[in-house]
């Protein structure tokens, strides 16, 4: 073998070996969570009422009731968040704008002192906030990026976040709630239902973590089955309490 095949076997194998996870999570982790979070909440409400002995059709009109509820409040609550932060950062950005187009050369020297912070020789650093510099747009990204930690180019859209929050929660939210609508009469093929939905959410979660998938999955079923346990003693005290 050649010297340069050798090298471009060792650059394939550097290449396959220097590959990292998401460690944001991307769309995964937040739709996952979400799911999760509807998951849980709209099982453990539904084993809460069943646990005070009242009829299928409260139980039903529970699920409904919360599953809407839950995912209107994920969705609002996700949009104020979502367009609160990008407020703040087109707020943030705006003031930079202003910095760079009435100091452009102090914006520029605080650029070549930052590269020069970082081990970039002083003249080479210079004249790579210069080259930078030269675009008012580029400048502003790069400043965004090293003083905020943003990208203007890649801020979250609250109505994404919205909808997305809305229908990961609603989607969650129905597993407990299906056996019922199929025709059900009884609380344990939703609680069936729900316990692999639960398992099915922590083995997905372990794409974006160190975790084995069997491990996600049972932390996620047992955390959710004592969720739905607890509820269900305090559904039954409480049913005994009133009645």
């Known amino acids: 073998m050649s010297i340069i095949d050798t090298e471009a076997t060792l650059h394939e194998a550097h290449r396959d070996n220097h590959t990292h996870r998401d460690v944001n999570g991307g769309w995964l982790r937040p739709a996952v969570f979400g799911a999760m979070d ?3 909440s709209n099982l453990a409400l539904m ?9 299928h059709r409260t139980i039903v009109i529970t699920g409904l009731v919360g599953l809407a509820a839950g995912a209107f409040s994920m969705a609002a609550g996700e949009y ?5 932060q990008r407020e703040l950062v ?16 102090d914006e520029e020297n605080e650029l070549a002192e930052l590269y020069a912070s970082r081990g970039v020789e002083p003249e080479l650093a210079r004249e790579v906030a210069r080259q930078l510099s030269r675009d008012p747009e580029m400048a502003l990204e790069i400043h965004a990026r090293e003083e905020l930690g943003i990208d203007p180019g890649d801020l979250p859209s609250p109505l994404v976040a919205a909808v997305s929050s809305f229908t ?57 089955g004592a969720a739905a ?11 005994t309490a009133v009645g």
């Open 80 to 84: 104020t968040s979502v367009a609160s």
């Open 168 to 224: 990961a929660f609603a989607l969650g939210a129905l597993l407990p709630l299906l056996p019922y609508l199929l025709g059900a009469q009884v609380m344990w093929p939703a609680l069936v239902v729900a316990l692999i939905g639960l398992f099915g959410c922590g083995a997905v979660v372990a794409r974006v973590t160190a975790r084995s998938w069997w491990y996600s999955g049972l932390r996620q079923l047992a955390l959710g």
């Open 38 to 40: 509807g998951l849980v």
């Open 47 to 55: 084993t809460g009422v069943a646990g005070g002995d009242v009829s």
């Open 90 to 105: 087109e707020a943030e950005l705006d003031v930079e704008r202003r910095e760079l187009r009435k100091h452009p050369k």
């Open 229 to 239: 346990g607890v509820t269900y003693i305090l559904g039954a005290l409480f049913g």
